[in-house]
């Protein structure tokens, strides 16, 4: 599937990860590690968009940290087009800094690195879709939605209105992160969407909405000139804010692209089990994965991630996560796996 050359594949390599620690830590980003084996997600998205956009149409963000760890995954994208954050500013920060390196007319494709999607044919459609959509309409913002696997309370919602153009919608309102309870009723509506947190947009239409809805953002932004030392001074002055909360939710230029293609952030423990099961690693007989030298007994519906050599036994548990990895060792309910970023703060380093 062939794109315009205006297409930009823009990555978002930032992120903590700290709700997959020990796993993930500051020194071993989630974009990077091998899960059970697999693909590292940079390997993942590089494949996943190569039809869309060639690794010179690549751009990837991510801060200076983490930049040790793209060696390997840099063969064919330009220097230039590696963006180095001094430290992290959340999504706004790192899309405005790739909407100020690009040209006007760019087509801007926002991708996290840290998900995994099934049927890439179907998101290359999307794609396609989108890409049509900017064209006719270069003043419009899309943010790319699918329709939820399952409740969640982990993941921001769009409602729909109606139809504009094939599977462009307009919106009628953002729901960030809702309760569980909330959750359960909105996946039976098929106007309520999952916010996958991709976008397309054209870099001038962006920096646009940034002007009139991040006034603060976009004016430094606009002090950012070659040198890293302007990169450094401009982010010392932003805030760490998402793109959702400093723009899409404010702009009345934004519209939903509804994709067909399943969809999965790798955010926390339960949202891997999730991907692990889908990607062939079956459960066993008992509704456990286990990853690694591990025992059970009477253990049911639990997640057992084990990198080390040493094997871990299990009795008696059920819908519990056991992670062992070189880094630390975590233990807890399925339904406090949400709360691992918490318990992260108060680790001593």
Not at 228 to 254: C, T, W
Not at 283 to 304: E, H, P, W
Request: charged share 30%; net charge positive.
């Amino acid at each position: 599937m062939k794109m315009k050359h205006s297409l930009y594949a823009v990555l978002l390599a930032g992120g903590k990860g700290t709700r997959l620690w020990p796993l993930s830590t500051d020194g071993q980003s989630k974009s990077f590690i091998r899960f059970a084996g697999r693909k590292a997600l940079m390997q993942a998205v590089l494949e996943r968009i190569k039809a869309v956009a060639s690794r010179r149409r690549t751009v990837v963000v991510i801060d200076n940290a983490k930049t040790p760890l793209l060696k390997e995954f840099l063969q064919g994208i330009p220097k230039r087009n590696i963006l180095i954050e001094p430290f992290g500013r959340n999504t706004a920060a790192a899309v405005g800094l790739a909407a100020i390196k690009l040209k006007a007319e760019d087509i801007m494709l926002v991708l996290p690195v840290d998900q995994f999607l099934e049927d890439v044919r179907d998101f290359e459609k999307t794609v396609g879709e989108g890409m049509r959509f900017i064209e006719k309409e270069p003043d419009k913002l899309l943010c790319l939605c699918t329709k939820p696997a399952y409740a969640s309370e982990s993941f921001g919602y769009v409602k729909i209105r109606s139809k504009v153009q094939g599977k462009v919608f307009s919106i009628d309102k953002f729901i960030e992160k809702p309760s569980l309870k909330v959750a359960l009723k909105l996946i039976k509506k098929p106007n309520f969407l999952w916010n996958s947190g991709m976008f397309m947009f054209k870099a001038k239409t962006i920096l646009n909405a940034m002007k009139k809805h991040a006034p603060l953002l976009y004016k430094n932004l606009q002090t950012i000139n070659k040198t890293p030392s302007s990169i450094k001074g401009a982010y010392s002055r932003i805030k760490s804010i998402s793109l959702d909360y400093q723009v899409m939710e404010k702009a009345k230029n934004v519209y939903c692209l509804k994709g067909q293609f399943r969809w999965h952030d790798i955010g926390k423990w339960t949202s891997l089990e999730k991907v692990l099961s889908s990607k062939g690693k079956k459960k066993d007989i008992s509704g456990n994965i286990c990853i690694g030298k591990t025992a059970t007994l009477d253990v049911y519906d639990s997640l057992i991630y084990n990198t080390g050599s040493k094997t871990i036994g299990a009795i008696g548990l059920k819908d519990i996560i056991v992670v062992n990895t070189e880094n630390g060792v975590l233990v807890c309910k399925k339904n406090e796996a949400e709360r691992v970023r918490e318990l992260v703060r108060r680790i001593k380093p």
